[in-house]
């Protein structure tokens, strides 16, 4: 069930609740600066005096877009059937192609790359994939951090964010170029991330590789790639002195016989509609659809815990009417978890900015870590 209204005065940004008003609720509720909307989901026995107690919500103008809220109390669990709608860990991880550069300010300690160590540390639970992309691969001097302090710095937090437990995971950018790339390139660069573990006395080493333009050129039969990256996936896993994490992105449905050699599968890159942003326009590219597009390019419910979908230029409408705005990216989110897709990452532009709203990485990190909880009162809905 869904109640919407619009807001008049000066909400614009924070919204709390009072608890005695929403005690024995369980509620989402979220708010749309742009559309100066409130959204509130829950059971429809409770949403008519949700609405009613909406001048009881408590504004502020701090400069923040959304906060989104739920509130479930042990008595609405206890209607619900439910023993656990607080927040868990979600199996559903963030793969971000983090192609930005690290730092605004020479050894500014990779201060462009602080939202991302913020989202992590904000959400311990949620894994994380950070693929790092100096010059399309590694860089061209073969020298740990491509001889740039700023890189070395920014690797080098993330690493110390695993050491310390969080779920966080450093990929090294390899381009394979539909499989035409000489392999023996290919085999220098995965050499060359293996050797950014040399630096010291930071850690600035990799513990994956992202092989990008995976899948086979136009007019090659399905699946044709795999032996040559059977052949550079093996090289990369014995380069490396520890497991490795292998992510292959295909960005369109690639046959099933890859995700026997890719741990990680990227299933889906495209625009969210295809009015978008540039190039997104042009005749075939793709829009992302939601349960459609999982249906489309990940048909296999065996295949979706390794499989990935990236949606890039998240702002339009796309052509089943969804709008890109928060509330549309929490229901996308929710849908890959309710399916199980094993990781994501929805932008707003391009993947070289992680902070314009909606689809940053702050909203997203806090939706993909309430995830579960959000499944779960969704399920109960659908009980009514």
Not at 194 to 218: L, M
Not at 246 to 256: L, R, Y
Not at 308 to 337: F, P
């Amino acid at each position: 069930m869904l109640w919407d209204f619009g807001v008049a005065g000066g909400l614009e940004g924070v919204i709390s609740h009072k608890q005695n008003d929403l005690a024995s609720k369980c509620l989402l509720v979220s708010w749309d600066g742009g559309e100066r909307k409130v959204s509130i989901y829950g059971p429809s026995i409770f949403l008519r005096s949700a609405s009613k107690s909406i001048e009881n919500i408590v504004s502020s103008t701090l400069n923040i877009d959304t906060v989104v809220s739920s509130i479930c109390t042990e008595k609405m669990k206890a209607l619900l059937g439910l023993s656990a709608l607080a927040s868990t860990a979600s199996a559903t991880g963030i793969l971000i192609p983090l192609y930005v550069y690290p730092s605004a300010v020479f050894n500014d300690g990779a201060a462009n790359w602080q939202p991302v160590r913020d989202a992590i540390q904000a959400h311990p639970d949620v894994p994380w994939q950070v693929v790092i992309n100096p010059d399309s691969g590694p860089g061209g001097t073969r020298q740990p951090g491509n001889g740039d302090t700023n890189y070395i710095s920014g690797v080098s937090q993330f690493n110390a964010l695993s050491t310390t437990g969080f779920p966080v995971t450093t990929v090294g950018y390899v381009h394979i170029s539909n499989g035409n790339a000489n392999e023996s390139e290919v085999e220098a660069n995965i050499t060359t991330w293996r050797d950014w573990s040399t630096h010291t006395p930071e850690n600035a080493s990799v513990q994956g590789i992202f092989f990008d333009e995976a899948i086979e050129a136009p007019g090659a039969e399905a699946g044709a790639n795999f032996d040559y990256l059977n052949r550079v996936i093996s090289f990369a896993r014995s380069a490396f002195s520890s497991p490795i994490s292998v992510i292959c992105n295909f960005g369109t449905k690639p046959a099933d016989s890859y995700y026997s050699i890719c741990d990680i599968v990227i299933a889906f890159e495209s625009c969210f509609a295809n009015n978008a942003g540039d190039g997104c326009a042009a005749v075939g590219v793709p829009e992302y659809l939601n349960q459609t597009t999982i249906d489309q390019y990940v048909p296999s419910p065996a295949n979706r815990p390794q499989a990935a979908v990236l949606v890039h230029d998240y702002n339009g409408t796309n052509q089943e009417g969804d709008t890109a705005n928060l509330a549309t990216l929490a229901s996308d989110v929710q849908t890959l978890k309710a399916n199980n897709v094993g990781w994501l990452y929805f932008v707003t532009g391009g993947f070289d900015n992680i902070t314009l709203p909606p689809a940053n990485v702050t909203n997203l990190a806090d939706f993909v870590a309430n995830a579960e909880e959000r499944l779960k009162c969704r399920n109960a809905l659908q009980r009514e």
